[in-house]
């Protein structure tokens, strides 16, 4: 495995990497690990310009049209 050393961090980091350590029960090295396990391992989220794209083409506008339920009892027909 590799090491990493992380030089002028602000005390401000380095006390909220221990409290964060502290309510996990672990290490303040533990929890930079899984810090950065979390952030750069993580599966990507999608834009949702991309989630849209990918939903499928079923129909044509016309065919999702309101149906006066009151006015015509066999919608299916």
């Known amino acids: ?8 961090l602000q005390p401000g980091i380095v006390d909220a990497l221990k409290q964060r350590a502290a309510r996990h029960g672990r290490s303040a090295e533990a929890e930079h690990r899984a810090l950065l396990e979390e952030v750069l391992l993580r599966p990507r989220r999608k834009k949702l310009a991309e ?7 079923v ?9 006066d339920d009151a006015a015509d009892k066999d919608v299916f027909d």
């Open 59 to 67: 129909g044509r506008d016309e065919d999702f049209e309101r149906v």
């Open 51 to 57: 989630a849209l794209a990918e939903i499928p083409n």
């Open 1 to 8: 495995m590799a090491n990493l050393i992380v030089r002028n």
